[in-house]
C-alpha cells in the first residue's frame, strides 16, 4: 500500500466509479452474497477472544519499519476486546535502542519516537493465492493518522514481491492500490483515490464499513461497502525486470497497520491521541 511510498502512477486501466451514495448506506452494511460463485470460507479471523491476537494468526512488527513514520511499533498496542482487533496509536515517548549520534538512517539517528502503534502481519503463518478477502472494520480520519490493511508476495524483495492495498487512508484521502515493479526496478501504481468529504467525512468514518477484494487468475478488484474502486488486469502488472514474474500469481500474506506520520500520512501534531484502528473479523474465500 503504501508502505514504500514513491507513486510511479501508469496509465490506469481501473475501473472507478462514484462514491457519492455510500454515505447513505445503512449504518452496518452486511457483507456481499460471499458464497456465490463458488466461493467457500477458507480463513476466518473473527478476534472473539479477549487479549493478545492469536499467536497462531499473527506476528507483529517491532521499531521503525518504513515510510519515515513517527511511530514505534510494539506488542503492547494491539489487542482483542469485546470481539474487535484494536490497534491503537498513542502519542508517548519511546527510547530507541538502535539510536546511533549522526547516522544518515532514519531508523538510526532519531533518539526517540513521539508515538508508539501496532502492526500485525500473517507472514510465514497464512498467506492465499487467490481468493475474496473481507474485512468489517472502522478507521481514524484525523490528521497524521494512516491505517492500513495490504498484503504482500511471500517472495521477492519490495516491489518485486507485489503489493495490494485493500483498504488505505492518510491526509483525506481513502485509497485503493496495486504495486509491482516497473522500469527501471522502481515501484510502479494503478491507484485510485477517493476523498473521504466526498464519503460523508467524519460521520462516514465513525460507522464500521466493509472492505474486500477479488482476487482471480485474471484480474484484482477493490471495493468499499460493494462499490468497485479499482480493477487491474493481472496481465499488466508483470515485474518489468527482465524476470517475466507477475508477483500476483504467488501467495501473498496480509498486514494491519496504524501508522502516524511520515512520508504520506501528514501531521499528528493537533492531533488528540488515542486513535484507533478497529476490525470486526477478516474472512479469507476461495473457490
Sequence with gaps: MKKY?????????????S?????????????????????????????????APDPANWRYELGFERNEEYQWYQWENARCEKGKLILEAKREKKTNPNFKEGSSDWKKNRREADYTSASIKTQGLHS???????MRGKIDI??????????????????ATGEID?????????????????????????????????????????????????WYESSIALYVDNQLLNKVSLNRLVNQDGTNINPFKQPHYML???????????????????????VDYIRVYQK
Design 166 to 214: 485493500i483498504m488505505e487512508y492518510y491526509r483525506k484521502k481513502l485509497l485503493a492500490n496495486i504495486a509491482f515493479m516497473g522500469a527501471d526496478r522502481k515501484d510502479a501504481w494503478f491507484s485510485t483515490e477517493k476523498n473521504i468529504d466526498s464519503l460523508g467525512g467524519q460521520a462516514w468514518a465513525d460507522q464500521f464499513h466493509i472492505w474486500r477484494m477479488d
Design 5 to 17: 511510498i514513491v507513486k510511479l502512477l501508469l496509465p490506469v486501466c481501473a475501473v472507478c466509479i
Design 142 to 159: 484525523r490528521d497524521g493518522i494512516w491505517p492500513a490493511w495490504w498484503t504482500l508476495g511471500t517472495k521477492g524483495s519490495w516491489p
Design 128 to 134: 492465499w493465492l487467490y481468493g475474496r478477502f473481507v
Design 256 to 278: 494491519l497497520d496504524l501508522a502516524i506520520g511520515g512520508k504520506q500520512g501528514g501531521d499528528p501534531s493537533k492531533t488528540t491521541f488515542p486513535a484507533r484502528f478497529e
Design 19 to 51: 462514491l457519492s451514495g455510500v454515505a447513505q448506506q445503512r449504518k452496518n452494511p452486511k457483507p456481499p452474497a460471499l458464497h456465490s460463485d463458488g466461493y467457500k470460507l477458507v480463513w476466518a479471523e473473527e478476534f472473539n477472544k479477549d487479549g
